[in-house]
């Protein structure tokens, strides 16, 4: 371990390090919310002891390498195909943990016949879905989760509905498939939330330790260098433009007693 | 020596069709013979026309695929009408006359016409068309004795046909014994 | 085995299912397309008797990637198709090859370009044989004639897999796969046990990370975007690539005095095997030279057949030439190469490929 990570002669430490989380500094842009998502999985794993039973999906995207920096065997997945990889590592490794790591682009576009169809048929795997509503590694091209009016590479004028659609939100669809034991969509904005999303990430491998079907956890996160705006602003943004388009909360939660509620609809105010 | 034959069997879906190419195939593999059976596959499901061809040899076949047969065994009008002009010049064709003209049974072809719905169905159903009709393509080509065929049926049959063999052996027998 | 088991009379697909479970194969995952429908069908219900998994896939992008997956965990595993549904698979089958992993892809081949008809056809030997996939890579290619080189090629097929970490492909046509002949449904000798099989994926295979117990975790990957790194990688499949040649391997018939010898694979092999027997019959000095493997081709044994000239190559194939480049690339100019096509949807005899052979035979036309 660094010795930067070390507690000093007299220190106490409270905030370690997980050891599911490697030490390489990450190539991801400043502001990015890749780092906080891969840090809560990587915790979890530790937590629920699942990590020397996981292996991860990687799948295209910025997080590319993800395995980079999550320390668990894993395999890499051509674009899109990241749950149909995971459904063949858990059917064949059915004592495995298995989860995919998949962007808006990956899982929602190109991926997306690979992504329903893992959750449809009840896929004993975990989804954790980042939607920052753009291609980040490619230089900011338009997503399947980009909102309407958002100025993108390939949107110049902002997206337009009558051209290109509307955005596509992954969590309600999840929540309307057979298979899906849990769905839930989160946020990486502020320590509320991005606590609520860890529980989030812990019940959704809970869930699969448990074999009660395909959980799916979605992070709205922040990508300050394509949004072209500081990582303050960023989070601003995703309170006030992206929670409104996809609201926060458990679509799906089949070890819930009662009907499952919109849990976060409310807007925390600006940090 | 070549003890090469081959026939191609044709007539509505759901005249037994490939069921008769089964037959006959399982029975020349259980004579230690080389075969091949190849259905045609294709989009219709039911109600089409359905062949399959059959090859039985001494020898490693070749080609599963017949253009010109030594033989044919037509259940039906359209099976006549496609198979007919491609019969080998010395070949031989079953034809059960009970649903095909036969006025337009080629006469400088050696044909061999039997009314086999007509026998299947007095024989109790209109099901056994297909073991009539082979029962007389065993008598005009020799290729395999009857016992052996009746005896073959006991193993290719589907277990909810089973208690049908007995009909079957007696609609082979009924075939053969006509012609 | 003091008796020699019964022959059963069984379609080329069913023997692939029958050989691919024999051999080990634990996982299979598949999309339905004419003419291999079968080979799923069997699967569905066989490979869950053996506590194997079995999937229907919603495209063929997503069954090759299942396999991917599941052989990711050096568990013996595959999938089927048909020319087009093996043209999506391409992408994955390079990053098996990328990074690695062994799996074994079935491609009944039917007629094409496009949808083109669910006839037999060989126009999918460049797709098989060249890589239809991006990047440097290669595959095995094995290309049975009978029912039963369909069960004994599946034990091939995964040993091969396994002992190179890279995709196979078993490469048959319409006849191939829907034809019935008897087959003994016996491991061929030497053929790995499953156990075996298995035991060759110990060192690479995903199993979890015991950080107590080895340094790192296991990565099966194909990007690598640091310096030298992709250089390095190549390297290191080319000399697998170049390994894999010795694998190599053909059926040669009646070569050895040959005047012309016909070279040929799978269905369009077996019906001029019979027209070389016929022929020879009837006095003419003809053989016949059929590449097992396709990849790597086995151009050393067919290049062994030239001596000073006499003797002539006739390619028969149904395509519109694909292996005869192979075969002109094997020869060198050293020997007349000439080439005959069939086309999809045509009747193909052995009555049929004699006018072209004693063409050939004759010196006559020199495509």
Not at chain 3, 40 to 59: K, N, T, Y
Not at chain 3, 183 to 210: F, I, N, S
Not at chain 3, 272 to 298: I, N
């Amino acid at each position: 371990m660094s010795e930067l990570l070390k507690a000093r002669a007299g220190e106490k430490l409270i905030f370690d390090h997980p050891s599911v989380l490697s030490e390489a500094v990450t190539h991801y842009c400043p502001g990015c919310h890749h780092g906080i998502a891969h840090r809560l999985v990587a915790e979890v794993l530790e937590e629920l002891e699942l990590a020397s039973r996981a292996i991860m999906v990687a799948s295209v995207g910025c997080s590319v390498i993800s395995y980079d920096y999550i320390s668990v065997d894993s395999v890499e997945s051509p674009h899109g195909r990241a749950c149909a990889v995971a459904t063949g590592v858990k059917r064949a490794r059915p004592d495995t943990i298995v989860f995919t790591y998949q962007g808006d682009g990956d899982m929602g576009a190109i991926g997306l016949a690979e992504s329903l169809h893992a959750a449809a048929r009840g896929e004993h795997i975990t989804a954790v879905f980042v939607n920052n509503t753009v291609y980040g590694m490619t230089g900011g091209q338009m997503a399947p989760t980009t909102l309407l009016g958002q100025k993108t590479t390939t949107t110049p004028m902002g997206r337009r509905m009558e051209l290109e659609g509307g955005p596509v939100h992954m969590a309600e669809m999840m929540s309307q498939l057979a298979g899906v034991a849990y769905a839930e969509r989160c946020s990486l904005d502020s320590v509320r939330h991005i606590r609520a999303a860890q529980d989030a990430i812990r019940k959704a491998f809970s869930i699969q330790a448990k074999g009660l079907g395909f959980s799916f956890v979605e992070l709205l996160s922040g990508c300050p260098t394509n949004w072209h705006m500081d990582p303050v602003r960023a989070n601003t943004r995703i309170r006030e433009e992206m929670i409104p388009v996809f609201p926060l909360g458990v679509y799906k939660d089949i070890t819930a007693q009662a009907v499952p509620v919109i849990a976060d609809k409310v807007v925390e105010g600006r940090s | 020596m070549s003890a090469y034959m081959d026939v191609i069997m044709a007539g509505f879906g759901g005249q037994g069709v490939l069921l008769m190419g089964n037959v006959l195939a399982n029975c020349a593999m259980e004579r230690g013979l080389e075969v091949t059976y190849i259905p045609v596959y294709g989009a219709e499901m039911r109600g089409g026309t359905a062949n399959c061809t059959v090859v039985i040899d001494s020898e490693p076949i070749g080609s599963p695929i017949v253009h010109s047969p030594r033989s044919t065994v037509i259940l039906n009008q359209p099976s006549l009408e496609k198979f007919q002009p491609r019969l080998a010049k010395d070949g031989v064709q079953i034809i059960n006359s009970s649903l095909v003209d036969i006025a337009l049974v080629d006469t400088k072809r050696h044909s061999v016409c039997i009314p086999a719905t007509d026998i299947a169905r007095e024989l109790g159903t209109v099901k056994m068309t297909n073991m009539v009709a082979l029962g007389a393509w065993l008598k005009a080509t020799g290729i395999l004795p009857l016992k052996a065929v009746q005896d073959i049926l006991h193993k290719v049959a589907p277990q909810h046909y089973r208690k049908l063999i007995l009909a079957n052996v007696r609609a082979l027998e009924a075939g053969y014994s006509h012609s | 085995m003091s008796q020699a088991p019964e022959r059963i009379l069984i379609k080329g697909n069913e023997a692939i299912v029958r050989g691919a479970l024999d051999a080990g194969c634990r996982c299979y995952f598949g999309y339905p397309i004419t003419p291999q429908n079968e080979i799923p069908e069997a699967f569905s219900s066989m490979l869950p008797e053996q506590g194997g998994s079995f999937v229907q896939a919603e495209s063929e992008l997503a069954a090759v990637n299942m396999l991917l997956g599941a052989a990711a965990c050096g568990i013996p595993a595959m999938t089927s198709s048909s020319s087009c549904g093996i043209a999506l698979m391409q992408e994955t089958i390079s990053y098996m090859a990328g990074s690695c992993v062994p799996g074994v892809i079935v491609n009944m081949m039917r007629g094409g370009p496009g949808l083109g008809d669910i006839g037999p056809s060989q126009s999918d030997y460049f797709q098989a044989v060249k890589g239809g996939g991006n990047g440097d890579h290669r595959n095995f290619v094995l290309a049975p004639a009978t029912a039963q080189e369909c069960y004994d090629m599946m034990f091939s097929a995964f040993a091969l897999a396994f002992k190179y970490r890279n995709p196979v492909m078993v490469l048959g046509d319409a006849i191939v796969g829907q034809m019935k002949e008897p087959v003994r449904c016996v491991p061929p000798k030497h053929a790995l046990t499953p156990e075996q099989l298995m035991q060759q994926g110990e060192d690479w295979r995903l199993e979890g990370y015991d950080r107590h117990a080895v340094p790192e975790p296991r990565v099966l990957r194909s990007l690598l975007l640091k310096e030298g790194q992709l250089a390095a990688h190549n390297r290191s499949l080319h000399e697998k690539y170049s390994a894999m040649r010795q694998e190599a391997a053909a059926e040669q018939v009646f070569c050895d005095d040959a005047s012309l010898v016909v070279v040929a694979f799978g269905s369009i092999a077996r019906i001029a095997h019979s027209a070389v027997r016929h022929l020879r019959q009837a006095g003419h000095k003809v053989g016949l030279f059929r590449p097992t493997t396709l990849y790597p081709f086995p151009e050393e044994a067919l290049r062994a057949l030239i001596s000073s000239g006499k003797r002539r190559f006739l390619v028969i194939e149904q395509n519109l030439g694909q292996m005869v480049e192979d075969v002109r690339l094997a020869i060198d100019g050293q020997a007349p190469v000439s080439w005959h096509g069939i086309l999809p949807d045509l009747y193909v005899g052995a009555e049929t490929l004699r006018a072209p052979i004693l063409e050939a035979l004759e010196g006559g036309k020199h495509v």
